[in-house]
């Protein structure tokens, strides 16, 4: 039970510090970027998402 507890503590932290970091990302105008089974998503600052490769990530 204590190591659950523990775990869920970790989780719990780690969660809400990966949500800062996407959040400051997109005030800094940097595109978050998911998968999912398979297929890349790019969140924009603009709040919008898309498929598409941003120009910024393009060489």
């Known amino acids: 039970m204590k190591d659950l ?6 989780l719990k932290v780690a969660s809400k510090a990966v949500k800062e970091a996407q959040r400051k990302s997109l005030e800094n105008g ?3 970027v998911y998968a999912k089974n398979g297929t ?5 600052p603009d709040g919008t998402i898309t498929q598409q490769i941003p120009k910024e990530y393009m060489r």
Request: charge should be negative; charged fraction near 20%.
């Open 5 to 10: 507890k523990l775990e869920m503590d970790i």
């Open 30 to 32: 940097v595109a978050n």
């Open 40 to 44: 890349i998503y790019f969140q924009l």
